[in-house]
T-cell receptor
Framework: AQKITQTQPGMFVQEKEAVTLDCTYDTSDPSYGLFWYKQPSSGEMIFLIYQGSYDQQNATEGRYSLNFQKARKSANLVISASQLGDSAMYFCAMREALEDTDKLIFGTGTRLQVFP | NAGVTQTPKFRVLKTGQSMTLLCAQDMNHEYMYWYRQDPGMGLRLIHYSVGEGTTAKGEVPDGYNVSRLKKQNFLLGLESAAPSQTSVYFC????????????FGPGTRLLVL
């Protein structure tokens, strides 16, 4: 069965510094996708970034980048130049194929706190 | 575009009561999903739909029913609420296909006493 592991329950980072949130995954499928979502205290789930297993380059979206190391089965999220508004829960997720669509398998999340 | 919206935002039920959660999306997405989020856990799929009039069970379907009478709406029903169904419920939608990003609504917080 596919599994996502986030080993950091909480992380602290100072404003303007970079931070890496860890995510490892387990799958036997050669084709898969990895997602990161942000959940601020208001509760909504905000899509941040996506990495496909066959993508040649690491995904980037503004201040977010994904450090994808396929052999190590890791897909760490890097946030550069942290801002106070980055304080939130961050979830790593992996697509698992259903008969006719996908579902997302989520990790348990990492709570990031950015301090001035 | 409002994206994915959910009503209500918060609800308190007594054990045995019924209720329906409404999800609406204005992105013309074919696929819709219901997840639940419990403390210390990620989201788990309850039911999903790949089109109007079709639904299927996810990982944790027991105690829930769903309907997709219109493409833009996906309803989640609890016929007889139980305390174990206290959770935050998220609706999501995506375009047709097996590698599309799912976009989530703001969530509904449900407390069953």
């Amino acid at each position: 069965a596919q599994k996502i592991t986030q080993t950091q329950p909480g992380m602290f980072v100072q404003e303007k510094e970079a931070v890496t949130l860890d995510c490892t995954y387990d799958t036997s499928d050669p084709s898969y996708g990895l997602f990161w979502y942000k959940q601020p205290s208001s509760g909504e789930m905000i899509f941040l970034i996506y990495q496909g297993s066959y993508d040649q380059q690491n995904a980037t979206e503004g201040r977010y980048s994904l450090n994808f190391q396929k052999a190590r089965k890791s897909a760490n999220l890097v946030i550069s130049a942290s801002q106070l508004g980055d304080s939130a829960m961050y979830f790593c997720a992996m697509r698992e194929a259903l008969e006719d669509t996908d579902k997302l398998i989520f990790g348990t999340g990492t709570r990031l706190q950015v301090f001035p | 575009n409002a994206g994915v919206t959910q009503t209500p935002k918060f609800r308190v039920l007594k054990t045995g009561q019924s209720m329906t959660l409404l999800c609406a999306q204005d992105m013309n997405h074919e696929y819709m999903y219901w997840y639940r989020q419990d403390p210390g856990m990620g989201l788990r799929l309850i039911h999903y739909s790949v089109g109007e009039g079709t639904t299927a069970k996810g990982e944790v379907p027991d105690g829930y029913n769903v309907s997709r009478l219109k493409k833009q709406n996906f309803l989640l029903g609890l016929e007889s609420a139980a305390p174990s169904q206290t959770s935050v419920y998220f609706c999501a939608s995506s375009r047709r296909g097996v590698q599309e990003t799912q976009y989530f609504g703001p969530g509904t917080r449900l407390l069953v006493l």
